[in-house]
């Protein structure tokens, strides 16, 4: 089966950290631009980062910038997305898309993403901050 398969959420306090990852199956992630995304309930689904396959450039959505990581290893498959400085407004379902349009996040300084033009979603992995 085609899809990414998440893990490493957890319930923690503000001010913690998770280390998130997102194995790809069926496919080579390396093809792709792969993007970190997360819903909150009752919003739409948000892209927190993105990281290119054409030059490992990485994005981050201005509410997170400073505070995640993205990384990958193409050896094992698997993108991951470290968070540190956890507050309660990053309470979300994480999950990872890959990019079927292109392999570059952007072609300019701004990750100005198309949530449609990701695919192969996994179940995510849900992240919650307490106060």
């Known amino acids: 089966q085609v899809q990414f398969v998440e893990s490493g959420g957890g319930l923690v306090q503000a001010g913690g950290s998770l280390r998130l990852s997102c194995q790809a199956s069926?496919?080579?992630?390396?093809?792709?631009?792969i993007g970190w995304f997360r819903q909150a309930p009752g919003k739409e689904r948000e892209g927190v980062s993105c990281i290119s396959a054409s030059d490992g450039s990485t994005y981050y959505s201005d509410s997170v910038k400073g505070r995640f990581t993205i990384s990958k290893d193409n050896a094992k498959n698997t993108v991951y997305l470290q968070i540190n400085n956890l507050t309660p407004e990053d309470t979300a379902v994480y999950s990872c898309?890959?990019?079927?349009?292109?392999?570059?996040?952007?072609?300019?300084?701004?990750?100005?993403?198309?949530?449609?033009?990701?695919?192969?979603w996994g179940q995510g992995t849900q992240v919650t901050v307490s106060s």
């Open positions: 898309g890959a990019n079927l349009m292109r392999r570059a996040c952007s072609y300019g300084s701004t990750w100005n993403y198309v949530v449609s033009d990701y695919a192969y």
């Open positions: 069926g496919f080579f992630l390396d093809y792709y631009a």
